[in-house]
């Protein structure tokens, strides 16, 4: 389907599917589960370009919805960088205990 060829209703649940999926992620990444969002920039980018095709009053009456998504997109963000920050020290830490452990380890000579 061409973008310019979604009806006001019809890009209102695509950004609220795109919100879902985020909830989602966030909600799965809270849980210490691996996060995808595969296809959803994708996703996104058709819905914005079909929104530029509505006639003005159009537009503008999803962007309740568009602020909610931007908004559930930047603290997304905020979670996967604490996430991403946590897991760096975990590596760090671990690389340190190897190296403290290689230091000590028996070499298998008497």
């Known amino acids: 389907m061409n973008t310019e060829q979604y009806k006001a ?7 609220t599917e795109a919100s879902a999926t985020i909830e989602v992620a966030h909600r799965a990444l809270s849980e210490g589960k691996i996060v995808s ?5 994708t996703h996104v980018d058709i819905t ?6 509505l006639p003005k009053a ?9 602020l909610a998504l931007i908004d559930g997109l930047e603290q997304l963000t905020q979670a996967l960088g604490r996430d991403h920050g ?3 020290s975990a590596l760090a830490k ?4 190897e190296r403290a452990l290689a230091a000590y380890a028996p070499t298998g000579k008497s």
């Not at 159009?58 to 568009?66: D, F, I, N, S």
Request: proline share 0%; net charge negative; with cysteine.
């Open 94 to 97: 671990l690389s340190n205990r």
């Open 37 to 41: 969002l595969d296809g959803l920039e």
């Open 58 to 66: 159009e537009g503008q009456a999803l962007q309740a919805t568009m």
């Open 86 to 88: 946590e897991t760096k």
């Open 9 to 15: 209703e019809d890009l209102k649940a695509r950004l």
């Open 48 to 53: 914005c370009r079909g929104i530029t095709a």
